[in-house]
């Protein structure tokens, strides 16, 4: 009995409910998240008008504009049938994240397998990336946080590594799309391969208006949640209003706000929201616990953390932990 009363609908939906995140906090949501990521239809709409025109294309912004939830819950979750899309990351080995990126669609393919292996070299990426791309209308390669080609590797990997992205957008069907900082887009013009990026550029800003509302509201509300009045909506936007970080501000308010809902009546009410610090004190909140959990002594571990994992461009930096600990002295780490 207790097991059929778990599996009625009504108890399903409760239970998935109450499992859901609609709200990533500081996190980039993905293709996966794509039915709670809102307010960017028009936006991803009208550059999947452009793609198929384009061989070459560019997508720019602040950081904190929202730029690698775009691609992955707004662009590659919309793309049109019968196309393929596939997202890299360059980080310090560029052909290794695209290689990566494809393992999946040759899974069980031992001989590929072995190939990817070897996708730095010249003959290897775009006779890859062709075979990927056999058999549909379309195909589109995202190199997203594209600056980390030039933060986080050398002009000679650069080089090397537009070359490849080149030969991909020659090849037929084949799209490329980079999403970069757009502090970082001129760099792309020291390389001919990435020139053509300056002939097919979108902008991308933070959300603002009604976009931002819909997407403050709407995915609690596709889980029969509401805000506790039309007031608290309104505060919530104007605290971020002009603010150049205004999206992720946001985002981590409205999450911790999540979690402090009212599941009875249901709904997000004005009390927790001044509880977790509003927009602009949740994010301050929520590091000074931290801080404090970890014990005063750990703040200048937490500082040199923070100060490897940034490079001198102000843009992140990936690290592995036996590199990341190799900074400390053997007796702290």
């Known amino acids: 009995l207790e097991a059929a009363l778990e599996s009625t609908p009504a108890r399903v939906a ?15 949501v993905t293709e996966a998240d794509a039915e709670r990521f809102f307010g960017r239809e028009e936006e991803v709409a009208a550059l999947w008008r452009k793609v198929p025109e384009r061989s070459l294309l560019a997508l720019i912004g602040p950081s904190g504009a929202g730029k690698t939830s775009f691609v992955r819950a707004g662009l590659v979750a919309h793309a049109p049938p019968r196309w393929r899309c596939l997202v890299a990351t360059p980080g310090q080995a560029p052909f290794a994240g695209v290689a990566r990126a494809l393992a999946p669609f ?18 290897v990426g775009p006779a890859l990336v062709a075979r990927w791309a ?25 080089a090397r590594f537009a070359e490849l992205l080149g030969r991909l957008a020659e090849l037929p069907g084949v799209h490329v799309l980079l999403s970069l900082r757009d502090d970082f887009l001129f760099r792309c013009s020291a390389y001919p ?21 819909r997407a403050l509201v709407e995915p609690a509300r596709r889980l029969g949640f509401a805000f506790e009045d039309e007031a608290l909506v309104d505060e919530m ?3 971020v209003e002009g603010e150049r970080g ?17 599941r009875d ?5 004005r009390e927790a929201y001044l509880q977790v610090g509003g927009v602009a004190g949740a994010l301050a909140q929520h590091a000074e616990a931290t801080l404090e959990r970890l014990g005063e002594g750990c703040v200048p571990l937490v500082r040199e953390l923070f100060r490897n994992l940034a490079t001198g461009q102000q843009t992140r930096c990936v690290r592995e932990w036996d590199e990341l600990l190799s900074v400390f002295p053997v007796e702290q780490r």
């Open 237 to 239: 936007l104007a605290a």
């Open 246 to 262: 205004a999206l992720p501000l946001l985002a981590f308010a409205v999450s911790r706000l999540w979690e402090e809902r009212d």
């Open 106 to 123: 040759f899974a069980g393919d031992v001989e590929v397998t072995q190939q990817l292996i070897d996708f730095h070299r010249p003959e």
């Open 265 to 269: 009546r249901p709904l997000l009410p």
């Open 134 to 158: 056999e058999g549909c209308d379309g195909a589109l390669v995202v190199v997203d946080q594209a600056e980390e080609l030039f933060t986080l590797n050398g002009e000679e990997v650069q």
């Open 193 to 213: 391969q990435l020139q053509g990026v300056f002939e097919s550029l979108t902008p991308l800003r933070p959300p603002e208006g009604p976009a931002l509302r």
């Open 14 to 28: 409760e239970r998935k409910r109450e499992e859901a995140r609609p709200y990533p906090g500081l996190s980039a």
